[in-house]
């Protein structure tokens, strides 16, 4: 079984910084793409940012110059690193992983439990 293991929310004043992790444990074959997405209350869940296993990166504009995605393959681990963060960053924010077998096909993604962002004064 699959499991991701979010951690890192929490409050944090207009302008601060957080750092998110996501561990993936359980029965890995092969992880390709991982990344975050974010839920607001009344809104639908949006892209932040996603890396691919070569560490290839694409974010949101809205985060572009803010936010930094990375990962340690060797932990089964995303990252992500929030500064400068506002208000309307605040959200639920969700990990997934793109899991695949040994002859390269798709298996599923997954999706951590998500963890809550709160950006106020």
């Known amino acids: 079984q699959v499991q991701l293991v979010e951690s890192g929310g929490g409050l944090v004043q207009p302008g601060g910084s957080l750092r998110l992790s996501c561990a993936v444990s359980?029965?890995?074959?092969?992880?390709?793409?991982m990344g975050w997405y974010c839920q607001a209350p009344g809104k639908e869940r949006e892209l932040v940012a996603t890396?691919?296993?070569?560490?290839?990166?694409r974010y949101a504009d809205s985060v572009k110059g803010r936010f930094t995605i990375s990962r340690d393959n060797a932990k089964n681990t995303v990252y992500l690193q929030m500064n400068s963060l506002k208000p309307e960053d605040t959200a639920v924010y969700y990990c997934?992983?793109?899991?695949?077998?040994?002859?390269?096909?798709?298996?599923?993604?997954?999706w951590g439990q998500g963890t809550q962002v709160t950006v106020s004064s």
């Open positions: 997934y992983a793109d899991l695949y077998g040994v002859s390269g096909t798709y298996i599923k993604t997954y």
């Open positions: 359980g029965s890995i074959l092969n992880i390709r793409t």
């Open positions: 890396i691919t296993r070569l560490s290839g990166t």
